[in-house]
């Protein structure tokens, strides 16, 4: 303390200056980086919020409809964010549904979906935000982004060294300078900061009026001010990013709002095309109750309810196979098949809707025989839902063509009519789920499944669907585009196999564990002059193998105490010669494939109609 007290003035003034500049500088650093800490964590935050807000309101239709493709869609969204490591999508159960993880990058997402909220491990931050649609918890989006918080500290850091080397040099120039010389330029330089706290105004630079220390404080006063001003830009830049992904949400709500109002239209048309077929079945019952009714009567009485089953039946395939189309499990297998014989299948199908209308159905042929790679099962769905749809929107009376033609090595088949046609905006989305044409008249409108289930079915058998129509009033035209099978073979003429049984009353196991079902199908198989035996489980089934040895052994899969998977095995070994055949509720494929791959020669799906049954019994022992 001594030796300070006795040097000079200069050097004094040296060292107050340099060590009020250092503390100074010290006591700013500590503040601004807590803050550059906190304002950098809170901006991460938002982004990551309002980032996931937006996910959660374009996944939770994914959700709903328990659609993992969709959700990660959704999250491929998240491709364009850089800072952005992985995101997932977990259910309401906690479970993960979806996932999306940065090229490169190995992330072990949680199990479980945790507490909702932010937080920061290691280098990084996470976030679990809620899905939420209609007030009911859907389930959680979670995303983890890069932190980055060292990097920018150490960023900090240097510019605070910057500024702390140029301080002090201005604290030396301070020292050796005070004249008015030293003092004026310095006053410019406040006049100019006073200006721009005051209007704001970051274009303002200060006068450099010297190129010594004080006029490098000028110029690092002028470099500041362009940062400052870009920082400006950058935020205004942000703030119209910002603005935009508000839109884009403003826009997936509306989306969201769509398909809310698309599924509230389906189910309510859901609801109408089973009550309409329900209607007359009870109908006809009442009257088949009626005592002496004449047989005339009785048997229109029949008719009605085998076609409104038929209707039935047909619906509950459409809703199914709209359950495969969204679960990727619709499947075909092709095989070489005659088109014409396809064609005339879909046309017996639906003959009786158009004779019952009085409308006029022209077929148009090729002359010569075409080969297609098809499932003809599902190639005549795809057709006769044209024929229905052209028959149901055609007034009575209209007409209806099908003309398939040969185009190298293609064959278009085109389905048009004079009837009620489409409107021009409905046209572009015909073929997207749920879709009806808001503007028709038509009655029983149908649930707007079968177009977009016929362009998938189409397009799994290598070909293409596109509709026209000059719009309402006009008809419409639909042409289906499938690839020819040249390699079929040109020998057709080979004798088939001869079917075993043909002719001769079968003995018959029957295991259903619903009883009203195995006593109609007993009664169908009684009136063929079969010898059918029943009973509802496993354990009874075996019991009266040993006393009778049946040709053929109908067995539903979901039995009691014993599946019909078991049961099918344990009959094998007692009698080998048995033609299993499974008849059951369910109809995915990989059911289908576990029953073929048991030993079963045939898979049925409930409702099973006589002339199927009748077919299995008398063909050869192959799987159907």
Partial sequence: MRQMINRSIRHKTLVIIMLTTTVALLVSAVPLLVYEARAHRDFLLRDLTTQADILARISAPSLAFNDPAAAEESLALLTNRSGIIAGAIYRVDGGLFATYQRPGENVAFPETARTLGSEVVDRGMTLFHPVVENNEMLGSVYLAAEYELASRIQDYLLILLGAFVISLLVAVAMSLWLQGTVTGPLLSIKDVAQRIVQDRDFMLRAPKTTSDEIGLVADSFNAMLEEVSERQQALESSYKRLQEESEERHNAEGALRLANKRKDEFLATLAHELRNPLAPMVNALDIMRSPDLPDDIRKHAFDIMSRQLSHMSRLVEDLLDVSRISRGKLVVYKESVTLAT???????????????????????????????????????????????????????????????????????????????????????????????????????????????????LVELHGGMIHAESEGPGQGSTFTVQLPIDREAAEDESAPESAPVHAGMPLKILLVDDNVDFATSLELLLSSLKHEVRITHDGPQALALLKNFEPDFALLDIGLPSMDGFELAQRIRDASPDVRLVAISGWGQVENRQKALESGFSSYLVKPVDLATIRTILSSPALAT
């Fill in 342 to 456: 396809v064609i005339m299948s879909a046309v017996d199908t639906v003959r009786p809707l158009i004779d019952s209308k009085e409308q006029e159905l022209t077929v148009n042929l090729p002359e010569t025989p075409v080969n297609v790679r098809a499932d003809p099962v599902r190639l005549s769905q795809v057709l006769s839902n044209l024929l229905n749809n052209a028959a149901k929107y055609t007034d009575p009376g209209g007409r209806i063509s099908l003309l398939a033609k040969v185009d190298e090595d293609s064959v278009r088949i085109v389905v048009a009519d004079n009837g009620k046609g489409i409107s021009p905006r409905t046209l572009p989305h015909i073929f997207m789920m749920f879709t009806q044409d808001e503007d028709s008249n038509a009655l029983h409108a149908g649930l707007g499944v079968g177009l977009a289930l016929a362009k998938r």
